[in-house]
C-alpha cells in the first residue's frame, strides 16, 4: 500500500484547509518543489497535487506549479486535481509529466466527460468521490449531491478509471483518524483499487488500513499529519511494506 503525500496549493503556496474550507487554511511553504523534495526523501513513490484555487475557479489556477514539481522529478508518478473540466486541461497535464489527472465536479455533473477520457487517454484517469454520510460532494465541497459514492464508483469503473479517490470530507484536514468502514465498503463494491483519503492522523491509521487493504486498498493520501508532525512518512511507508506488501505506484 502506498503512503501518498498531499501538496495542496492555493495561490501557489503549499497549504492545508480543515474540511476543504478555503477560509481554514494553514501555510506550510511557499515553495511546492522543495516540498516535495522532502516527501520524495523520505520515501514517497507517488505524489497526490491538488489545485484549490481550480477546484474552485473551475480551471487550473496553480499548474505552473504542478508543472514544475513534475520538471523536477520526471520519474514520480504524480496524480493532480482541482479544475480539470476539459480535455484539453487533461492534455496539458500529461504534457507536463503528470501521471494521473484526477476528475471530480465534472465526473458528477457529466459522467459521460470520464468516459469520454477513458477513451482518449486510457491509463490516466483518476476520479475523485468526495462524500459525507454517504453522499457525493462536489464544487470544492461548498455543494452536497444527491448521488449515492457506491453507485458513482460503480459507473466510473465500468468507464474504466484506473482508481477512486475517495475522501471522508467530515474528517479531512480534522486529524481524527480515517473512515475505514466507509473505505472498505466503497472498496468491496468496485473491482478497481481505492485509494482513502481524509482523516489519518498516525500510525495506527496506516495500520488500520492495512489490515483491510487486501479489500483493494492500494494506497492512502495524508496530509496534515505529515505536515503536523504526527506521522513519520518514512516509518508509515516502512509499516505498509511490511504489513501489506510493496505494491507498484
Not at 484549490?52 to 480551471?59: E, K, R, V, Y
Not at 457529466?110 to 468521490?129: K, T
Not at 479531512?172 to 482513502?196: F, Y
Not at 481524509?198 to 487493504?213: E, K, P
Amino acid at each position: 500500500m502506498l503512503l501518498i503525500p498531499a501538496i495542496d496549493l492555493k495561490d501557489g503556496k503549499c497549504v492545508r484547509l480543515r474540511q476543504g474550507r478555503m477560509e481554514d487554511e494553514t501555510v506550510f511553504s511557499d515553495d511546492p518543489v522543495e516540498v516535495a523534495q522532502r516527501w520524495v526523501g523520505a520515501g514517497a513513490r507517488r505524489l497526490h497535487m491538488v489545485d484549490l484555487n481550480g477546484a474552485f475557479a473551475g480551471t487550473p489556477v496553480n499548474a505552473a506549479a504542478i508543472k514544475a514539481v513534475a520538471e523536477a522529478f520526471p520519474e514520480l508518478p504524480i496524480q493532480v486535481g482541482g479544475g480539470i473540466r476539459d480535455e484539453e486541461t487533461v492534455q496539458t497535464y500529461l504534457d507536463a509529466g503528470v501521471q494521473y489527472v484526477i476528475i471530480g465536479t465534472k465526473a458528477v455533473r457529466a459522467p459521460h466527460f470520464v468516459n469520454d477520457l477513458c477513451l482518449e487517454f486510457p491509463g490516466h484517469i483518476i476520479v475523485g468521490l468526495d462524500a459525507k454520510d454517504g453522499k457525493v460532494a462536489i464544487e470544492g465541497w461548498s455543494k452536497l449531491s444527491h448521488h449515492s459514492v457506491i453507485d458513482m464508483a460503480q459507473r466510473f469503473e465500468q468507464d474504466g478509471v484506473e482508481a477512486i479517490v475517495f475522501t471522508d470530507i467530515g474528517r479531512d484536514g480534522m486529524m481524527s483518524g480515517v473512515n475505514v468502514d466507509s473505505t472498505v465498503a466503497l472498496a468491496q463494491a468496485i473491482h478497481i483499487p481505492v485509494i482513502a483519503s481524509g482523516g489519518i492522523t498516525n500510525i495506527d491509521d496506516i495500520r488500520a488500513l492495512c489490515a483491510v487493504a487486501e479489500e483493494g486498498i492500494m494506497g492512502a493520501i495524508t496530509g496534515r499529519a505529515i505536515y503536523e508532525g504526527t506521522l513519520d512518512l518514512a516509518a508509515a511507508q516502512q509499516l505498509a511494506d511490511q504489513l501489506c506488501g510493496n505494491e507498484a505506484s
